[in-house]
């Protein structure tokens, strides 16, 4: 009898000692799951929070933009009633827009759709006032001091536009410079002429490249310029043979430029030649750049060596 009863607790104390188990583990397991949860939780606040402040920004930012629209038609007025009249209406526009905000700032929430159409709608009237002064100036043959909402004069504006619209036509114009060749070259008597790496017995450089077709470009005369540039890093620059200097179109920089070609262009393609040099030039050994402008930009680069 002894014995079983000693059997019996040592079973009784083993399913005590798994139950005790089973319970730390379910507290564990209980714990983790708590702490997973604030996690969670506080992950959740901080994303909500960085979002309201995001939107608290673009809030702000739609009503500086209302405010500086409002304040510069307030500044266009006293010029002219008809004017005056125009600008009440575009007022009353912005005003209203303004107004829409209210909703916003009081939930504090403006997804980026919204606020992006706000901004297009804000842009809209402001493109249309411009647009209707414009007609007012032509109608009553009349010039009205305008200020947009950067601060600066619309005609400055007017002019930028103008600017803008000039370059792209330009470059939309431009001859570029395709399968560029670069390299020495010395005579091989009547008239005929062969490639030459060496530097000691080149006596001129001959530039080749093709210009396709572009109905965008008129046809007539269309100067290359070819500014070569030594082993050294200088310009090769010889004024009495041809160079000089040109303003980049993109800056108005002043560059040098080594010599120039003119060929005439009927919108199909071509291939066009430069050479630069005379018998009794001096060539240096190494490598050489090459850079092709047409009308101040930049329409082709090449780097060849001479040994």
Request: net charge positive.
């Amino acid at each position: 009898m002894d014995q079983f009863d000693n059997l019996n607790q040592e079973k009784k104390s083993d399913n005590k000692s798994k139950l005790l188990i089973l319970i730390i583990a379910l507290l564990v397991a209980g714990n983790i799951y708590l702490y997973w949860q604030l996690n969670n939780k506080q992950d959740t606040v901080e994303r909500l929070g960085q979002q309201l402040n995001m939107d608290s920004v673009k809030i702000a930012d739609l009503d500086i933009k209302y405010e500086n629209a409002l304040s510069d038609i307030e500044g266009l007025r006293g010029q002219n009633s008809s004017l005056d009249s125009l600008l009440n209406i575009k007022e009353n526009e912005i005003r209203k827009m303004k107004a829409g905000l209210d909703a916003a700032r009081k939930s504090g929430k403006l997804k980026d759709k919204e606020y992006l159409a706000k901004l297009n709608d804000l842009q809209n009237i402001i493109l249309d006032l411009k647009d209707q002064i414009t007609k007012l100036e032509v109608e009553k043959n009349i010039l009205i001091s305008q200020k947009d909402s950067l601060g600066r004069d619309l005609d400055e504006q007017v002019v930028e536009n103008m600017k803008v619209k000039s370059e792209n036509t330009v470059l939309k114009g431009l001859l570029y410079a395709k399968n560029i060749i670069g390299g020495g070259v010395k005579a091989k008597g009547k008239g005929k002429e062969v490639a030459s790496p060496s530097a000691k017995k080149t006596e001129r450089i001959k530039i080749c490249f093709d210009v396709d077709e572009n109905k965008s470009a008129d046809q007539g005369s269309k100067t290359f310029l070819l500014r070569l540039i030594a082993p050294n890093g200088s310009v090769v620059n010889v004024p009495s043979m041809g160079s000089g200097t040109f303003s980049m179109g993109d800056g108005g920089q002043e560059t040098i430029y080594t010599t120039k070609v003119t060929i005439t262009y009927s919108q199909k393609p071509q291939n066009i030649c430069i050479y630069w040099g005379a018998n009794g030039s001096i060539f240096e050994n190494g490598k050489y750049s090459l850079e092709l402008f047409q009308d101040g930009y930049s329409v082709g680069k090449k780097e060849f060596s001479l040994k």
